[in-house]
């Protein structure tokens, strides 16, 4: 049963989507977290910390949020999931596959647009997003591609999508939309300059010096993009436990906040 196990692990951190033949009896040493690919920077520090702290591991598999809500419904042994939206882990809920009472909303986002290239202020000034995006998009791609993680399902890309749809420019570039797996491969493209324009959380385009924001999307023009987090109902690690509350506590909020992220105040909890 234990093969089993590290045989699920290695398929679940290549992201890949089977189905075990049988669920294992025991859990494996580390934590095996599944977390939206925009968590990468933040959460391997944090994880990286929590170990140094505790002595324990986490195996950290990032993907899109709804390639890795179907693998948890199909019965891959992850511990903890950290989505990127809300509607993902409703997801997960609804196939019973959430331990009750452990979901949390931990991080906020904001969406931002961005181009090839490091910051240049003088050369590059933010983009209006009013009162004709549609045609400044256009004109700015020409014949280039604005790259989106996949706008029916990846939450960046259904963020992106419905920002685009707010602000009249989505009919004006759904042509050009080269959609990605998920919102870092969407950082890749632009990065490379492989497409012209890129929508992204804001944290991803920190994370890569290859590229700027050339604006930042309005609130109001999108979903909130929060990120909730819970424990598997049939994880068999007692360490998962620890680090959720690790996460959720003062004790990663740096590595979250230097990221990016906002972390969101739990009741009662103090600065």
């Not at 620890?242 to 739990?266: D, H, M, N, T, W």
């Amino acid at each position: 049963m234990r093969l089993t196990r590290r045989i699920w692990t290695v398929l679940a951190l290549a992201a890949s989507v089977c189905v075990p033949a049988a669920r294992p009896a025991r859990a494996a040493d580390s934590v095996l977290v599944f977390a939206a690919a925009s968590l990468r920077n933040a959460l391997d520090d944090a994880s990286a910390a929590w170990k140094k702290e505790t002595g324990k591991t986490a195996r950290i598999s990032y993907a899109g949020s709804n390639a890795l809500a179907k693998q948890i419904e199909a019965g891959a042994p992850a511990d903890l999931f950290i989505a990127a939206d809300e509607a993902w882990m409703d997801y997960a809920d609804r196939a019973g596959t959430l331990k009750p009472g452990t979901r949390v909303d931990l991080l906020r986002n904001t969406l931002v647009l961005i181009a090839p290239g490091p910051t240049n202020p003088a050369s590059e000034p933010q983009v209006a997003l009013a009162p004709d995006l549609g045609t400044t998009l256009t004109h700015m791609l020409g014949d280039g591609k604005l790259a989106m993680a996949t706008i029916d399902a990846v939450p960046a890309g259904k963020y992106g999508k419905a920002a685009l749809e707010k602000l009249g420019a989505w009919k004006a570039v759904e042509g050009q939309v080269a959609q990605a797996e998920n919102v870092r491969a969407v950082l890749l493209l632009v990065a490379r300059g492989e497409a012209s324009l890129g929508i992204v959380y804001a944290t991803d385009a920190a994370a890569d010096p290859r590229v700027h924001v050339l604006a930042t999307f309005p609130s109001d023009s999108h979903p909130p993009i929060i990120y909730p987090a819970a424990l598997l109902k049939d994880s068999r690690n007692p360490d998962a436990a620890s680090l959720l509350a690790y996460l959720s506590g003062p004790g990663a909020r740096g590595f979250f906040e230097r990221q990016g992220f906002r972390v969101i105040e739990k009741p009662g909890a103090s600065q």
